[in-house]
Every structure is written in C-alpha cells, then in structure tokens.
Nanobody
Framework: QVQLVESGGGLVQAGGSLRLSCAAS????????MGWFRQAPGKEREFVSF????????GYADSVKGRFTISEDNAKNTAYLQMNSLMPEDTAVYYC????????????????WGQGTQVTVSS
C-alpha cells in the first residue's frame, strides 16, 4: 500500500504563509486525485482542496479559495498546498489523501491517508 507523508506544518501568525507537502511512496492509482483535508479540535474533518492527475483539475473549499493553491509534481509523486493569508480559523491538523475518484471532495472516497501535520495560526 502506498504511504503518504505530510510535512511543512507549524506555527505562524495570522496573515502568514505555509507550504505543506505530501510525499507518496509510489503512484497510488493509475489516475488519481490527491486531496487535502483538515480537522480542527471538536470539529469534523473537512475538505480543503484536490488536484488530479488527469489534466491537473483542481477544486477548493470556499473558505480557502483565493488563499490556498494546490499543485503537484507527478515525477516526485508529491502534492503541495501553498497557504497564504492564513487566519486563526485555519488552525487544524491537515491530512493529505489519495482517491481513484478524480474530482471527489468526500473523505469517504479517499483510500490512502497520511498521518497529518499540525498547522496553528495565532492571532
């Protein structure tokens, strides 16, 4: 089974930026979406963004649109999430995951998950 490892989380002040990385140990599926989800304390896991290997289609949650940018280096099987203009409400554990569903925003469609990386935004 392909392993996913996130990195790049940390503590940042409001208005700052972070770039998360998700390195896959191999290619999860022939074509797949790499998604980012987040979970804040006491809240359900929520969709953040996805990018797929079929033309690089992307999708974003309304709460991050215009501030976050997802990208992927297919040669390295690595996805990135550039997070700008961070706000305290972005504080959460961020997870990357892979799905054979190329446009899914549903966590149940994602098969491989990383262990998560903490992002904390101070006000």
């Amino acid at each position: 089974q392909v392993q996913l490892v996130e990195s790049g989380g940390g503590l940042v002040q409001a208005g700052g930026s972070l770039r998360l990385s998700c390195a896959a140990s191999g290619r999860p599926f022939r074509n797949y979406a790499m998604g980012w989800f987040r979970q804040a304390p006491g809240k359900e896991r929520e969709f953040v963004s996805f990018i797929n290997t079929l033309g690089g289609g992307t999708g974003y949650a309304d709460s991050v649109k215009g501030r976050f940018t997802i990208s992927e280096d297919n040669a390295k099987n690595t996805a990135y999430l550039q997070m700008n203009s961070l706000m305290p409400e972005d504080t959460a554990v961020y997870y990357c995951a892979a799905s054979p569903q190329l446009y899914s925003r549903r966590s149940q469609d994602y098969v491989n998950w990383g262990q998560g990386t903490q992002v904390t935004v101070s006000s």
